[in-house]
């Protein structure tokens, strides 16, 4: 049964208006097909470096090239195909922005704005993280991941479920599964967001920690943030109300100062007092959680997501050309030993499936699937448009990835061993750290790890796992290389901690409040007051139970001897992947459910990959006999331990021992639960999609009816010769930024 | 003079666009469509309105990670 609004198809390319002495559809000019000859041998070029130089160091610029030439045929060709052929995406069929527009939530916006903010929600700390960790088993690995999964699946995935949303109003990725598989989806979707939020707010948490401890001039310039954005929030309140632009540029001159000063603190009499211990951070990030949550919006969290989202976009563009402009080498190997052994000190485990699952945002996230279905779908003037805003996006974000992995790479590899491994494998001291990577095979002395912390004006980089400080290493290398010179490194490195607190800290609130509203919601079902979101006692009871469960695994990360990052970090990726095969499942059987059977594979192949990596991954979390790799192993270890009354290293007391079982016994029931709600999810969707393929007269799609577009606007960021004569020919002027058509 | 001026405007209607600032006047411009006297919320109770939306519904406008 083909869906309603699909009749007229290809109606991107043969619309009525074209201009005269332009090519038939779909077929290229010979100038076209000239350039995108060059570009796909710029990313052919790029790979063949990659891929055959071994044992020297490369420039970053080849890895630039591989990336690059590879989005722009993957969205020239592959995204085109999809947009057109699959999805059969049709510019006449008004969308909800059009159709239901209040001029508040609902409107038709403006694609390249659309495209800043459905990026600035994507792309937060995640590309910067896992890249960053996966770097242990060399730049290629990484990359290979983040450039292919982006094309095939991550972009995929997030232009599909746009469209689909689209056509259904705005709705929900949860609704969408309920209403289109089953109870049994909708519910286990539910409880993946839920799931994946606590740890996903954990591991940011931690991350933040890790690089604030023992750095005063982090927590105070950080700690300022709080401030600043108060003084913005009220400012938005009650001096001039939503001038949102000017009090950003107030707040961004205050961040800088911020950073600056935090250089002089650290430097006085003060500093002892900002110097402060992982377990007192804890507590202050869960106070912080918890008041922060039920703070008024307009007073913490929507100043700091302003600023936030300036510096982020910000940032991102800066770092761009300070890559470009700096091109840096490559000092890590293109494969690293660990890839094969898995034996790698920042993550455990062999290449695949853990570099598929440390590296989710850049290269296939679930969580997107939640803004691609929601915010965006309400404000897409254009079906035509997902291919720029799904597709566009998440490329971009895939690039910030890449800038992340570069990150990574360019500095000293001993360097980077000594920062992301936890203290029971490099030490406490520089000599022992040194001699670890030693044994690893990277060389640096005691005296290089003191001098690069000394550089950053940093007590010590040892052990500051989750990705930020390395991040920030690579950042203040290629900044300074471009402006300042070694003197600004400390600043360009705090910057860089403060570029990925800010947006951290954000979503630390944003988060527990999602968190907070999915158990209102449940809790309402048993007990009446809780489903008024208003009720006092109810956001505080929820917002406590939220913060409680993430601070949980917060202080279990830092306490554990075994190394948080190490330990959480792999939840993070299945909880995220296994959100992303929630979605593609959705998307599977929507494109099955609608008669598109022959093109289901766009969507099935990246689920099954997605599927094999998560449930690869959980089954060796679960079962692997290896106590680095499996939690019940670990925790037979280390429980036979205590039961002979020995304690095994990395612990170093009785009580250490107990914390490693309880936390293995943790994590262990939740990775089998995380494979069991896939199951769940991918069982439910093949029977529908069986069911939809036996007997599609059954088949029952949630799609809001046609309704015809009054709108004219372009589909991509440049409009195309006929799209430019549509225009005119309604009679509006081009790149005014306003290509709305006559109000309807 | 008028190339600089016009890029001046497009950056600013872009600015004001993505930062939001431009959400008041769309309101005032959508509610005053069809009947030029229309009631409109003041700025300022647009704006509470607005934020205070948001506090309802926490899943608009959600960051990922």
């Known amino acids: 049964m083909p869906e309603p609004g699909s009749r007229g198809t290809e109606q991107d390319t043969a619309g009525s208006a074209a201009a005269p002495g332009s090519p038939p559809a779909g077929r290229m000019t010979p100038k076209s097909i000239a350039v995108w000859s060059l570009v796909a041998l710029v990313g052919a070029a790029g790979w063949a470096v990659l891929a055959l130089s071994r044992g020297e160091e490369i420039s970053a610029a080849w890895l630039l090239a591989a990336a690059l030439g590879s989005y722009a045929i993957g969205y020239r060709f592959y995204a085109r195909f999809i947009s057109r052929r699959v999805l059969q995406v049709d510019k006449t069929r008004a969308t909800p922005a059009e159709r239901l527009d209040n001029g508040v939530d609902f409107h038709p916006t403006d694609r390249r704005v659309l495209f800043g903010h459905h990026f600035a929600a994507v792309a937060g700390a995640g590309p910067l993280v896992g890249p960053v960790l996966a770097a242990q088993m060399g730049y290629l690995p990484g990359t290979i991941w983040i450039v292919a999964g982006v094309i095939f699946a991550g972009a995929v995935q997030d232009m599909v479920t746009l469209f689909f949303s689209t056509r259904r109003d705005g709705r929900s990725l949860g609704q969408m599964a309920r209403e289109e598989i089953g109870p049994f989806g909708g519910a286990a979707a539910l409880v993946a967001v839920f799931a994946i939020m606590i740890i996903l707010l954990a591991v940011l948490a931690l991350i933040i920690v890790n690089a604030l401890s023992h750095s005063p001039w982090g927590v105070f310039s950080i700690g300022m943030t709080i401030p600043i954005a108060l003084f913005m929030g009220v400012y938005l309140r009650i001096l001039r109300p939503g001038r949102v632009t000017e009090v950003s540029l107030i707040g961004v001159a205050l961040l800088l100062l911020a950073i600056v000063s935090g250089g002089w603190v650290a430097e006085s009499s003060l500093a002892d007092f900002f110097t402060l211990e992982k377990e007192t951070l804890v507590v202050w990030m869960v106070v912080y959680g918890f008041l922060a949550s039920v703070l008024p919006v307009w007073l913490l969290l929507a100043p700091r997501d302003y600023l936030s989202t300036f510096m982020k976009i910000g940032t991102i563009a800066l770092l761009a050309v300070g890559v470009v402009v700096a091109m840096p080498t490559l000092k890590m190997p293109a494969v690293t030993d660990f890839a094969s052994r898995g034996d790698g000190p920042v993550f455990a485990g062999s290449m695949f499936p853990f570099v598929f699952i440390t590296i989710a945002c850049g290269a296939l996230s679930g969580f997107h699937s939640l803004v691609s279905s929601g915010t965006t779908p309400k404000m897409i003037q254009k079906e035509t448009q997902v291919r720029m805003i799904g597709y566009g996006a998440m490329l971009t974000e895939s690039f910030v990835a890449v800038m992340a992995v570069i990150a990574a790479c360019i500095i000293e590899p001993g360097l980077f061993f000594a920062v992301n491994s936890p203290p029971g494998v490099v030490g406490t001291t520089v000599e022992a750290a040194s001699q670890a990577v030693g044994n690893f095979g990277f060389s640096i002395s005691g005296a290089e790890l003191a001098q690069a912390a000394k550089d950053v004006e940093e007590a010590s980089l040892l052990s500051r796992t989750g990705g930020a400080p390395t991040f920030a290493l690579g950042m203040s290398e290629i900044f300074s290389s471009v402006v300042g010179g070694t003197s600004m490194k400390a600043f360009w490195y705090h910057f860089a901690i403060m570029f990925e607190a800010l947006f951290i800290l954000t979503t630390l609130d944003a988060g527990t409040r999602v968190g907070r509203f999915m158990l209102q919601d449940t809790l309402g079902n048993v007990a009446k007051p809780f489903k008024q979101v208003s009720w006092k006692p109810g956001v505080w009871i929820t917002s406590a139970v939220v913060v409680g469960a993430w601070g949980y695994f917060l202080w279990v990360g830092v306490k554990d001897p075994l190394g948080g990052i190490n330990q959480l970090f792999p939840l993070f990726g299945i909880a995220n992947q296994l959100l992303a095969a929630v979605a593609l499942a959705v998307c599977t059987t929507l494109l099955v459910k609608s008669g598109r059977l022959k093109w289901a594979w766009v969507t099935a192949v990246p689920l099954a990959w997605d599927a094999t990596v998560t449930l690869t991954a959980s089954w060796q979390k679960v079962f692997s006999e290896d106590p680095r790799v499996g939690f019940f192993a670990q925790r037979d270890k280390f429980q036979a331990g205590i039961d002979a009354d020995k304690v095994l290293p990395p612990a170093k007391t009785m009580d250490e021992m107990h914390t490693v079982v309880t936390n293995a016994t943790v994590d262990g029931v939740l990775s089998a639960l995380f494979a069991l709600l896939i199951v769940v999810v991918l069982a439910d969707a093949a029977r529908v999609c069986i069911k939809a393929v036996r007997r599609p007269e059954t088949v029952e799609l949630h799609e809001t009816p046609y309704v015809r577009s009054a709108i004219v606007a372009p589909a991509g960021l440049f409009p195309t010769a006929e799209e430019k004569a549509e225009l005119a020919a309604a009679g509006l002027e081009l790149a005014s930024g306003r290509d709305r058509g006559p109000a309807s | ?65």
């Open chain 2, 1 to 65: 003079m008028t190339a600089v001026r016009g890029a001046f405007d497009r950056v600013r209607f872009y600015v004001r666009e993505f930062s939001g600032e431009a959400a008041y006047d769309r309101y005032v411009a959508h509610a005053r469509g069809h009947d030029p006297d229309a009631p409109v919320l003041t700025r300022r109770a647009f704006e509470r309105a607005r934020t205070d939306a948001r506090e309802a519904d926490p899943r608009e406008g959600f960051r990922c990670c």
